[in-house]
């Protein structure tokens, strides 16, 4: 079993940035890949970006490229998410989860967090 809890989410304004962070225990973190998603309203979970376990291969859908960064701290049991430059659609529930290999589809992932909201205001 891996635990997985995000936190970092809040209420912006467009343009400003933000870092998530998801904290696991359980099993051995740096064994995992670890992927962020994002869940808007009525809209199914989107991959956004994903790291290898020892972070040397990033990966990264379209919208989040140029303007988000994944990175991780296997000490911490850590994996982040900076967000800059925000605009009102990133607005959704981000989520954590882990994953044995490389991959971007949701099925593969095997545990995930709880989420966290973020809000980017016009």
């Known amino acids: 079993q891996v635990q997985l809890v995000e936190s970092g989410g809040g209420l912006v304004q467009t343009g400003d940035s933000l870092r998530l962070s998801c904290a696991a225990s359980g099993r051995t973190f740096s064994n995992y890949y670890m992927g962020w998603f994002r869940q808007a309203p009525g809209n199914e979970r989107e991959f956004v970006a994903r790291?290898?376990?020892?972070?040397?291969?990033?990966y990264y859908a379209d919208s989040a490229k140029c303007r988000f960064t994944i990175s991780r701290d296997n000490a911490k049991n850590t994996v982040y998410l900076q967000m800059n430059s925000l605009k009102p659609e990133d607005t959704a529930v981000y989520y954590c989860a882990v994953a044995t290999f490389a991959t971007m589809t949701l099925a593969n992932y095997n545990y995930w967090g709880q989420g966290t909201q973020v809000t980017v205001s016009s």
């Open positions: 790291i290898s376990w020892g972070g040397g291969s990033k």
